[in-house]
């Protein structure tokens, strides 16, 4: 295998992609090198910010300096003793229409100058193209990628299969499918960047998606063109492994300086929020009084610092079993990220089915968004496909969540086990305790400490959505189960009606006895008289 992995998280994996050049971790960012207007060395990028790898333009090469890198070999040439993955030049036929090469010519030149990594020529597909185009895009690039191991020599090199299709997500898994059933060792998303440059987060997750559930999930995935640390964490939760950028470049070409959240303008910067070792020696003034030259590299080295600073806590998220949490952080940084991380809702059973069951931490729910994280999704699932109430029982007892977890341990269930020993003595087994609770819906007690069930920390008062989706949860629980009567202790304080209703109209649906009270009463007289009668009365029946 040449490519293990190590943790796991959502869909993000801390892997070891092993190539003839060493091991390297995932993720990983790529920065882009042109030898022609590279503003920091490759052996600088590597030895003093940590970079283990870098891709290249095959076509660039072989157009600009020929056979130099031949002769030299493709590290020497560019003075980088880490792991070089090469393009192929597919960029500039989506740019410029065409290029002066054939997919036999460049995969003969990957292999003649060494690199590690390689890429097929491909027919990238672009954003606003018709249908018909973005069919002929993938069956060339498909065709080309089947012809790749007639035609290679070398079993040294790892090769990528781009997937095609742009927006027509049909086609996307078309081609996803297809290549998949092709030995690549990497695979990769292809024309995601006019969609990443329009900030149309949301399509993009959707192409990453369909991507990922069509091709073999053991292999590493790419993202072309991943320019801004800022959407890192949303291209990591969903799968990709490495992806390339040369925006730290071309943004310090343009003044622009990076930060996790986002890019500024340095004319309209009054202070670095950076503490780098860049930005800790000087200010945005001092800086835009450099030469342009000094003030580039100043810029670039910055903007590299970020992109690695970011990778590092993204993987930290991983590790700790935290990604959701932090994949929320920066999609509250913008509105984009905001609603591509809710259109995961589309892809959640995949999301969950692939998400590791247990983690080292317990989980944050801040509101509604956290209902379509993986490990909601699977308790409620799990409910329903594999759950079955003891078959002596009759009575459903519906309890809220309380501070306290596991909520069978809280004094508040103490007082109401107490009541019901002294009601039921013997027949005590014809109760089913249940508690509804906020993410997850409905908990049976003897799930109760099973994780995450107990192993959450929840923002009180719940937004609305949350509250209805435990509602609509505690229906479907009283409509999947056969209970005779259904029990709701309920405080109006802490749960709007919502609750109350759509057990109340189930109930009703189902010609099941339906009973409330009030937990406001629950210590007063009037209470544990109204829950005697209620428990003798079924009884007695």
């Given at each position: 295998?040449?490519?293990?992995?190590?943790?796991?998280?959502?869909?993000?994996?801390?892997?070891?992609?092993?190539?003839?050049?060493?091991?390297?971790?995932?993720?990983?960012?790529?920065?882009?090198?042109?030898?022609?207007?590279?503003?920091?060395?490759?052996?600088?990028?590597?030895?003093?910010?940590?970079?283990?790898?870098?891709?290249?333009?095959?076509?660039?090469?072989?157009?600009?300096?020929?056979?130099?890198?031949?002769?030299?070999?493709?590290?020497?040439?560019?003075?980088?003793?880490?792991?070089?993955?090469?393009?192929?030049?597919?960029?500039?036929?989506?740019?410029?229409?065409?290029?002066?090469?054939?997919?036999?010519?460049?995969?003969?030149?990957?292999?003649?100058?060494?690199?590690?990594?390689?890429?097929i020529l491909d027919w990238p597909t672009g954003w606003k193209v018709t249908r018909k185009h973005a069919e002929q895009t993938v069956n060339e690039t498909l065709k080309r990628a089947k012809q790749l191991f007639k035609t290679k020599t070398r079993e040294d090199i790892l090769w990528v299969g781009p997937v095609q299709g742009g927006r027509y997500l049909d086609l996307v898994a078309k081609s996803a499918t297809e290549m998949g059933k092709l030995p690549f060792q990497i695979y990769a998303l292809g024309?995601?960047?006019?969609?990443?440059?329009?900030?149309?987060?949301?399509?993009?997750?959707?192409?990453?998606?369909?991507?990922?559930?069509?091709?073999?999930?053991?292999?590493?995935?790419?993202?072309?063109?991943?320019?801004?640390?800022?959407?890192?964490?949303?291209?990591?939760?969903?799968?990709?492994?490495?992806?390339?950028?040369?925006?730290?470049?071309?943004?310090?070409?343009?003044?622009?300086?990076?930060?996790?959240?986002?890019?500024?303008?340095?004319?309209?910067?009054?202070?670095?929020?950076?503490?780098?070792?860049?930005?800790?020696?000087?200010?945005?003034?001092?800086?835009?009084?450099?030469?342009?030259?000094?003030?580039?590299?100043?810029?670039?080295?910055?903007?590299?610092?970020?992109?690695?600073?970011?990778?590092?806590?993204?993987?930290?998220?991983?590790?700790?079993?935290?990604?959701?949490?932090?994949?929320?952080?920066?999609?509250?940084?913008?509105?984009?990220?905001?609603?591509?991380?809710?259109?995961?809702?589309?892809?959640?059973?995949?999301?969950?089915?692939?998400?590791?069951?247990?983690?080292?931490?317990?989980?944050?729910?801040?509101?509604?968004?956290?209902?379509?994280?993986?490990?909601?999704?699977?308790?409620?699932?799990?409910?329903?496909?594999?759950?079955?109430?003891?078959?002596?029982?009759?009575?459903?007892?519906?309890?809220?969540?309380?501070?306290?977890?596991?909520?069978?341990?809280?004094?508040?269930?103490?007082?109401?086990?107490?009541?019901?020993?002294?009601?039921?003595?013997?027949?005590?087994?014809?109760?089913?305790?249940?508690?509804?609770?906020?993410?997850?819906?409905?908990?049976?007690?003897?799930?109760?400490?099973?994780?995450?069930?107990?192993?959450?920390?929840?923002?009180?008062?719940?937004?609305?959505?949350?509250?209805?989706?435990?509602?609509?949860?505690?229906?479907?629980?009283?409509?999947?189960?056969?209970?005779?009567?259904?029990?709701?202790?309920?405080?109006?304080?802490?749960?709007?009606?919502?609750?109350?209703?759509?057990?109340?109209?189930?109930?009703?649906?189902?010609?099941?006895?339906?009973?409330?009270?009030?937990?406001?009463?629950?210590?007063?007289?009037?209470?544990?008289?109204?829950?005697?009668?209620?428990?003798?009365?079924?009884?007695?029946?």
């Amino acid at each position: 295998m040449t490519f293990e992995i190590k943790e796991r998280d959502l869909l993000a994996r801390i892997g070891r992609l092993k190539t003839k050049r060493g091991a390297i971790e995932t993720p990983l960012l790529f920065p882009v090198i042109n030898p022609s207007i590279q503003p920091i060395s490759p052996r600088r990028i590597r030895e003093v910010f940590g970079y283990e790898a870098l891709i290249t333009n095959a076509y660039i090469l072989k157009k600009r300096f020929q056979n130099e890198p031949i002769e030299e070999g493709l590290h020497k040439f560019l003075d980088f003793n880490g792991v070089i993955m090469t393009d192929s030049g597919a960029y500039q036929i989506l740019v410029y229409g065409d290029i002066e090469t054939t997919p036999q010519e460049i995969i003969e030149y990957q292999e003649q100058i060494d690199t590690d990594i390689a890429t097929i020529l491909d027919w990238p597909t672009g954003w606003k193209v018709t249908r018909k185009h973005a069919e002929q895009t993938v069956n060339e690039t498909l065709k080309r990628a089947k012809q790749l191991f007639k035609t290679k020599t070398r079993e040294d090199i790892l090769w990528v299969g781009p997937v095609q299709g742009g927006r027509y997500l049909d086609l996307v898994a078309k081609s996803a499918t297809e290549m998949g059933k092709l030995p690549f060792q990497i695979y990769a998303l292809g024309s995601p960047t006019e969609v990443m440059q329009s900030y149309r987060f949301d399509v993009l997750v959707d192409m990453i998606m369909t991507a990922k559930m069509n091709l073999p999930v053991e292999k590493p995935l790419h993202l072309f063109g991943a320019g801004h640390p800022f959407m890192f964490s949303l291209a990591v939760a969903l799968g990709c492994d490495i992806f390339d950028s040369a925006a730290y470049a071309i943004y310090a070409r343009e003044n622009r300086y990076m930060t996790e959240y986002g890019t500024s303008r340095l004319n309209e910067l009054e202070y670095f929020q950076c503490t780098c070792p860049k930005c800790s020696k000087t200010t945005p003034k001092e800086v835009l009084e450099m030469p342009q030259k000094e003030r580039e590299v100043f810029l670039a080295e910055h903007n590299l610092y970020v992109c690695i600073s970011e990778l590092r806590r993204i993987e930290q998220a991983i590790k700790d079993g935290r990604l959701w949490e932090y994949l929320e952080l920066r999609a509250h940084g913008h509105p984009a990220l905001l609603q591509a991380l809710k259109k995961l809702k589309k892809h959640e059973d995949f999301v969950e089915k692939h998400s590791p069951a247990v983690k080292k931490s317990g989980l944050f729910f801040f509101n509604s968004i956290g209902l379509i994280r993986p490990e909601v999704v699977r308790h409620r699932k799990r409910l329903m496909e594999r759950y079955s109430p003891p078959k002596e029982a009759k009575i459903l007892l519906l309890i809220p969540q309380t501070r306290m977890k596991p909520f069978h341990k809280s004094k508040e269930l103490k007082e109401t086990a107490k009541l019901l020993q002294h009601i039921l003595k013997e027949r005590l087994n014809e109760v089913q305790t249940c508690f509804y609770a906020a993410p997850f819906g409905v908990i049976p007690i003897e799930l109760d400490e099973v994780y995450p069930l107990s192993q959450h920390e929840t923002v009180l008062p719940l937004d609305k959505e949350t509250v209805e989706y435990v509602a609509n949860q505690a229906a479907n629980y009283i409509n999947h189960t056969n209970y005779e009567v259904v029990v709701l202790l309920h405080n109006p304080e802490n749960w709007n009606e919502s609750v109350l209703k759509m057990c109340r109209k189930t109930c009703l649906r189902k010609n099941i006895k339906f009973k409330y009270l009030n937990i406001k009463e629950k210590r007063s007289k009037t209470m544990s008289t109204r829950l005697e009668k209620i428990f003798r009365e079924k009884l007695s029946e």
